[in-house]
């Protein structure tokens, strides 16, 4: 993640992803989407230090069902 900061990527969210399709938004830069993919808890809390020290943003898919 500090590589990533340091050549000047920033994440965004999926509100600004579905916006830049849309033609709402435009993205300069280096932009990415970060995801976490799994629904436990310990999957994210890690990393909640690093992503706040570094200003970034993610976002958290949980499975809803079967």
């Not at 990533?4 to 849309?22: A, N, P, Q, R, V």
Request: aromatic share 16%; hydrophobic share 35%.
């Amino acid at each position: 993640m500090t590589a990533l900061k340091k050549e000047g990527y920033y994440t965004i969210g999926t509100d600004d992803l579905i916006k830049f399709y849309s033609g709402e938004k435009k993205l300069y830069g280096k932009p990415f989407l970060l995801s976490f993919d799994d629904g436990r808890v310990d999957s994210f809390r890690p990393t909640d230090d690093i992503l706040r020290q570094l200003d970034f943003k993610a976002v958290f898919f949980i499975v809803s069902g079967k």
